[in-house]
């Protein structure tokens, strides 16, 4: 169909297409090359496409014009790797000739590197993996010549050479990594933290715990045993608010792809509702150390929108185990009801104001002033209703209820006294 609306001559438009990584498609490739001359020879569409070196595509197209990305990031690449080498050299006694042995060694990953810039961060932190263990030029020399070109196989040898006694913290740091979007080092930190479960149990006696601290020392820990996987993107202004990524899109691609890759992290961390359920505590728990900073006009609407999204988290844990997580529903509206929270507080329970707000930037300040009979009649009635009329009045069996529920009940128990 496309092919027959981009042929007619009813179309005036000038078209660019651009089509990657043709080596990589996994269809007819006589019938895709076949469809690309036939585009080729139109007169309003341009095409740009893609390919590792591959004779079939090669030997069909070399009439038109063709360019080696190489050829154009040779320099650029050159220049990345020496000036990482030039920094990491001096660490060795045993490179004397610094200059010498930086200079071959950049030429050499330009050679192998196929305009591959991964390729060349892996390859240049394998060299000074090797400068930190002190070994000889000719040991270096070996690394690299060992260094596979294919990046499958470097991810392979990169998940081997993982220390079997840090398997099952690096296998926490990936899982969370893969299932867990927009991941922060805080996050992470407090995840590894062995008290966590303890820290939380003892609200509101809990005791000190340096976040900033922690963050450095997960940060440090990353880099040295998740061999390449994971990297920290810090933020130069506040390290708590640092980013941990998978070095490139493929690495996480290889560990949901590759059966041995996942074998070891099943068998090493907890599955996917685990490690959402860990994201709750470790969420909650940021909360507690104070989270949001100082209160302002915007705080209240961040903080029910951030208690919304626990709850739906805890929700997705509760559908694939059938469990009712009530201690740490408990737990966050003990959290939440604990002083100084809120900006302007309210005599309405803040799952109440959370149901009421269903668009994300509902303006809650606003909305409390010039409608405050909302935020007085309306919520209890809701809840109410919501509470007592949506599960207690079923006839058995009954179903477990929802977080929000949880919540509600807690509230109108605590402050009506209903039983």
């Excluded at 050479?161 to 969370?176: G, Q, S, T």
């Excluded at 509702?273 to 994201?279: A, C, G, V």
Aim: net charge negative; with cysteine.
């Amino acid at each position: 169909m496309l092919f027959r609306l981009l042929m007619i001559d009813l179309i005036s438009s000038q078209i660019c297409i651009f089509v990657d990584e043709l080596d990589q498609f996994t269809g007819d490739h006589d019938a895709l090359l076949s469809l690309i001359q036939r585009l080729e020879h139109s007169r309003n569409i341009k095409l740009c496409v893609s390919s590792r070196p591959n004779p079939k595509y090669e030997a069909n197209l070399k009439s038109s014009a063709m360019l080696r990305l190489q050829d154009l990031t040779k320099g650029d690449i050159n220049s990345c790797a020496s000036a990482r080498l030039v920094v990491a050299a001096p660490r060795s006694p045993h490179v004397s000739h610094i200059s010498n042995w930086v200079s071959f060694t950049a030429y050499k990953i330009t050679e192998r590197a196929e305009s591959v810039f991964l390729w060349v961060e892996l390859a240049v932190n394998d060299q000074i993996q090797g400068l930190n263990n002190d070994d000889t030029p000719q040991q270096l020399r070996q690394r690299l010549e060992q260094f596979p070109s294919q990046m499958e196989r470097v991810y392979t040898l990169m998940f081997q050479n993982i220390d079997p006694i840090h398997r099952k913290e690096v296998a926490l740091y990936l899982k969370m990594a893969l299932y867990i979007e927009g991941l922060l080092l805080r996050h992470v930190a407090l995840a590894a933290y062995d008290g966590l479960d303890a820290f939380l149990e003892l609200f509101p006696n809990q005791p000190a715990l340096d976040l900033h601290e922690h963050c450095q020392s997960t940060s440090r820990r990353v880099a040295a045993i998740c061999k390449g996987f994971l990297e920290v993107q810090e933020n130069p202004y506040d390290l708590l608010e640092s980013y941990v990524t998978f070095v490139h899109r493929t690495a996480a691609e290889f560990l949901l792809d590759r059966e041995g890759a996942q074998i070891v992290l099943s068998s090493e961390a907890s599955v996917e509702t685990d490690i959402r359920l860990l994201y709750v505590k470790v969420r909650i728990a940021n909360l507690i150390l104070n989270d949001f900073g100082q209160p302002d006009e915007f705080h209240d609407g961040n903080l029910i929108w951030f208690a919304r999204s626990i709850i739906r988290d805890l929700a997705r844990c509760e559908k694939p185990t059938a469990k009712t997580f009530v201690a740490l529903t408990e737990l966050l509206d003990r959290v939440l009801l604990s002083p100084p929270r809120w900006y302007r507080p309210s005599p309405v329970h803040w799952s109440v104001l959370g149901g009421l707000a269903e668009d994300e930037n509902y303006d809650l300040a606003n909305a409390a002033l010039s409608y405050p009979w909302i935020f007085s009649v309306v919520p209890l009635t809701l809840v109410y209703v919501c509470t007592y009329c949506r599960f207690w009045t079923q006839s058995p069996p009954f179903r477990n209820p929802t977080p929000w529920e949880t919540c509600c009940t807690a509230w109108l128990v605590n402050n009506f006294q209903m039983s």
